[in-house]
């Protein structure tokens, strides 16, 4: 019923910069708030950054000054950038979105497959 496709993954040097979407597509009413998460080799996925429809955006501490989430309501679409990027920022990053679906019209949590983001040193 609904998609999110993330992009925009790939191998940076440390200091480097990338810019991930997480398009949304599917039976969509509206979308509440997407964000990004992140996980390294374990079991722990940690919340990197998050965003209201109304633009309203957090951050995890380790990601302040160096991140922005940002997004297109038009486009269903979220986007984050990460500048100076360090070693440890080296994840698979996931996108989530709370959708409000047509056909049920009930919210839906929903996660994308996740993109690989490597910061070598």
């Known amino acids: 019923q609904v998609q999110l496709v993330e992009s925009g993954g790939g191998l940076v040097q440390a200091g480097g910069s990338l810019r991930l979407s997480c398009a949304a597509s599917?039976?969509?009413?509206?979308?509440?708030?997407m964000g990004w998460y992140r996980q390294a080799p374990g079991p722990q996925r940690e919340l990197v950054a998050t965003?209201?429809?109304?633009?309203?955006?957090t951050y995890a501490d380790s990601v302040k000054g160096r991140f922005t989430i940002s997004r297109d309501n038009a486009k269903n679409t979220a986007y984050l950038q990460m500048n100076s990027l360090k070693p440890e920022d080296t994840a698979v990053y996931y996108c989530n979105a709370t959708v409000l679906v047509v056909a049920t019209k009930r919210y839906l949590e929903v996660w994308g497959q996740g993109t690989l983001v490597t910061v070598s040193s």
């Open positions: 599917g039976s969509i009413f509206s979308i509440n708030a």
């Open positions: 965003i209201t429809s109304g633009g309203s955006t």
